[in-house]
């Protein structure tokens, strides 16, 4: 399968091109600058295009198969940004992808985006993003799924995690599990239009999605 990925330049993204490198899909990874593309290949992209979030990404989408979305605008960025990038630019990703025929999209997410109201102040400009976003991927007729993982570390992964529609302990997960997720989620059919909370635990990965 050929998998656009949105964000591969971040730390979620960059885990997630290495653990593809040893899989059966192959990785096209969407740079913002030139300079960026090498150091990708080298992680695992089999290629890497030029792209704004920001802007009309469908030639560099085109010939894809599905969509991971693993962009964000980052912690030190103000609401505006958020709203540009893990909003308006997941919307419009959706879009694209629909209007081109790609079927398959997931979504990084985050706990508890369903009720950014019950959130901490500084974060519910963040979480409301999310739902929005959410909310239109599940309205607009992709097979999508949505990874909502909680509090992320760059702890080395485990390969053992804790799934549930909803979990309830906003525990932690290290990023390079989340990946390890979303890759098994591509060859996943029961993750199909679902929405599940993913925090570290005991299960490993295929087995957790398994019994969702």
């Known amino acids: 399968m050929h998998v656009f990925i949105a964000g591969a330049n971040g730390q979620i993204g960059q885990h997630l091109l290495q653990e593809m490198a040893n899989s059966d899909h192959e990785a096209r990874a969407l740079v913002r600058h030139p300079d960026q593309g090498p150091e990708l290949q080298k992680l695992g992209a089999t290629e890497t295009v030029l792209g704004d979030l920001e802007h009309d990404c469908s030639e560099a989408m085109r010939g894809c198969d599905a969509v991971i979305f ?7 960025t103000g609401p505006d940004k958020t709203i540009d990038v893990d909003q308006d630019g997941a919307i419009r990703l959706v879009d694209t992808a629909k209007a081109m025929g790609i079927k398959r999209f997931i979504m ?15 974060l519910q400009h963040y979480l409301r993003a999310k739902r929005n976003a959410d909310e239109h991927l599940k309205n607009s007729g992709l097979n999508y799924t949505i990874v909502r993982p909680g509090r992320l570390t760059n702890d080395d992964g ?18 390079q599990d989340v990946a390890r997720v979303l890759l098994a989620v591509l060859d996943s059919d029961n ?16 087995d957790a999605l398994a019994k969702l």
């Open 108 to 122: 990084v997410s985050s706990m508890r985006a369903e009720e950014p109201e019950k959130g901490p102040e500084k």
């Open 158 to 175: 485990t390969g053992k995690v804790a799934v549930s529609e909803r979990l309830a302990s906003f525990a932690e997960i290290p990023r």
């Open 191 to 206: 993750t199909d239009n679902r929405v599940f909370d993913v925090v570290s635990g005991d299960t490993p990965v295929g």
């Open 70 to 76: 693993t962009a964000g605008s980052g912690p030190h």
